[in-house]
Nanobody
């Protein structure tokens, strides 16, 4: 069982930056692939980024490539999402998720554990 707690959301102007954090409980954090998703009002939950258990491979959604970076520190049981050049369309609740032993990583249904979410609002 993994418990996830996100932090770092807030209000930022377009063009600004934020760094989200997701702290995980449990001694096996380093064995989980971690992902970030986001959901805007009235929209489906969207894949943002994922990172494999060792941190060697990362994946990004098309809308955030080149602007967002996912990384992890297994000594701190934490995964991060650095978001640069933020746009109003990045406004959403951002969720951290964890999965282990699956090949697919792009769908919300590929993940077993979820955090409660943190709100990111980008003003124009």
């Amino acid at each position: 069982q993994v418990q996830l707690v996100e932090s770092g959301g807030g209000l930022v102007q377009a063009g600004g930056s934020l760094r989200l954090s997701c702290a995980a409980s449990g001694p096996t954090f380093s064995s989980y692939t971690m992902g970030w998703f986001r959901q805007a009002p009235g929209k489906e939950r969207e894949f943002v980024a994922a990172i494999t258990w060792g941190g060697g491979v990362t994946y990004y959604g098309d809308s955030v490539k080149g602007r967002f970076t996912i990384f992890r520190d297994n000594t701190k049981n934490t995964v991060y999402l650095r978001m640069n050049t933020l746009k109003p369309e990045d406004t959403a609740v951002y969720y951290c998720a964890a999965q282990r032993g699956r090949v697919r990583i792009y769908s919300r249904y590929d993940y077993d554990y979820w955090g409660q979410g943190t709100q990111v609002t980008v003003s124009s």
